[in-house]
């Protein structure tokens, strides 16, 4: 018996040796890139830098952060989708990719690449100077409506701007003419900030993570935010459904994406591993002592997400007459 049972294993010895053989190595084998479209040190760097090393906890190999800045954001989200589709380069798309076609910037769009899970969501808020006379966002928006076209000003980034969209949206939200509040470009949420104190704008529509030091140093309330639902930093700011019944929510995301084509292992294994990151305490403790926003969605969520914020932005753009035809 025992003379047979080693024949028997001597003889499947060939067949066992080839099956690894024919095998492909699980992905990743070696280190992935994560590019960055945006500078080191901002708010996408720091997010994308947190989900690189929870994910080399996750799957056992480096995931090198890269910022490829340049051009509005268009270098490196170029760099993204032009990428050789083998899993091994990836990374973080902003909510710039649904807009920066609609500027005429690039032809590139959301369909440009592959959607593995959206990661963060910075709705923006609705500041006013902590002298100001409304005490709530209904008391502002009656405000808008009864003002003359241009007579109030508005800031928190340049012209085009994801702020100064998040303005048009609302504005059109209340049945009111995209551009009715006067657009005052700014270099960033912080010198519009630092006006709104000074008294130069009547409110801001930056998001209030950003807003977070002049709140903070009470000069300036936050009135509501455009998101479907409180911040978990913020709990005490109402949503605008809450204050105003107004369905509208848009806010500055950030996802994790590759080019088109990819491997199916590499998108499986992503999705399951970024789910996994953001349900993660280290995750959550990261996000919420900065003030991000916590959003996620899985790659098919992410592919509805871009195609919603797509359009919604477009529409936003167009109204406000920043769309080139």
Request: hydrophobic fraction near 45%; glycine fraction near 10%.
């Amino acid at each position: 018996m025992i003379i047979t049972s080693r024949r028997l294993i001597l003889g499947a010895t060939p067949a066992l040796i080839a099956a690894p053989a024919l095998a492909q190595p699980r992905w990743p084998v070696r280190p992935v890139q994560l590019l960055c479209p945006w500078a080191a040190g901002g708010g996408t760097d720091a997010v994308v830098r947190i989900i690189a090393n929870l994910l080399e906890k996750e799957l056992g190999q480096p995931f090198n952060v890269i910022n490829r800045t340049g051009g509005s954001g268009v270098v490196g989200h170029a760099a993204i989708a032009q990428a050789a589709p083998d899993g091994y380069t990836l990374g973080m798309i902003t909510a710039e990719i649904c807009m920066l076609h609609w500027q005429g910037l690039t032809e590139l769009t959301f369909r440009n690449y592959t959607p593995l899970a959206l990661m963060n969501n910075d709705p923006p808020g609705i500041q006013v100077n902590v002298n100001a006379p409304y005490r709530d966002v209904g008391q502002l928006a009656e405000a808008i409506r009864t003002s003359r076209p241009g007579q109030l000003k508005s800031s928190g980034t340049g012209q085009g701007g994801i702020w100064h969209l998040a303005l048009a949206g609302w504005l059109m939200a209340m049945r009111l003419p995209a551009n009715h509040v006067r657009w005052v470009p700014s270099n960033g949420a912080a010198p519009a900030m630092q006006d709104l104190a000074a008294g130069g704008l009547d409110f801001t529509t930056n998001s209030v993570v950003e807003a977070r030091a002049m709140l903070d140093a009470n000069r300036a309330r936050a009135l509501a935010v455009m998101s479907n639902e409180r911040l978990g930093a913020f709990p005490n700011i109402p949503t605008l459904k809450e204050a105003m019944n107004i369905d509208y929510a848009t806010g500055a995301w950030r996802g994790i994406a590759g080019p088109l084509n990819i491997p199916a292992e590499a998108r499986t294994t992503m999705n399951a591993a970024l789910g996994r990151v953001f349900r993660s305490a280290e995750y959550s403790e990261f996000m919420n002592n900065r003030g991000f926003g916590m959003s996620y969605a899985d790659a098919d969520g992410f592919a509805r997400h871009l195609a919603a914020a797509d359009a919604s932005l477009g529409d936003a753009m167009k109204a406000a007459g920043l769309a080139r035809s």
